[in-house]
């Protein structure tokens, strides 16, 4: 199993940037892929981005391509979510994911953080 803890939220303004940050232990040796995903009140929870094992292969939600980047550091078992030009509709709780095949579909991913809240404010 893999134990995934996410930080790094708060509240911040529109215009703003935050770095959330999801640290892995356990059984990381098996090359998961990792993925950000969100959920606001009373909405589904969505797909930020998504990254490969080693990087090559990275994916955006719309909504958020050209502010936000996913990264990796493997040695640190962490991944990254660099988001800037943050806008009030970003707030949400910011979950980390692992999964074994790479995806960006919600369902696909096994292994869940708690979460960080992100408040954009206007």
């Known amino acids: 199993q893999v134990q995934l803890v996410e930080s790094g939220g708060g509240l911040v303004q529109a215009g703003g940037s935050l770095r959330l940050s999801c640290a892995a232990s356990?059984?990381?040796?098996?090359?998961?892929?990792m993925g950000w995903f969100r959920q606001a009140p009373g909405k589904e929870r969505d797909t930020v981005s998504a990254i490969s094992w080693n990087g090559g292969i990275t994916y955006y939600a719309d909504s958020v391509k050209g502010r936000f980047t996913i990264s990796r550091d493997n040695a640190k078992n962490t991944v990254y979510l660099e988001m800037n030009s943050l806008k009030p509709e970003d707030t949400a709780v910011y979950y980390c994911a692992a999964t074994l095949v790479f995806s960006t579909r919600v369902d696909r991913y096994e292994y869940w953080g708690q979460g960080t809240q992100v408040t954009v404010s206007s």
């Open positions: 356990g059984r990381t040796g098996n090359h998961y892929k």
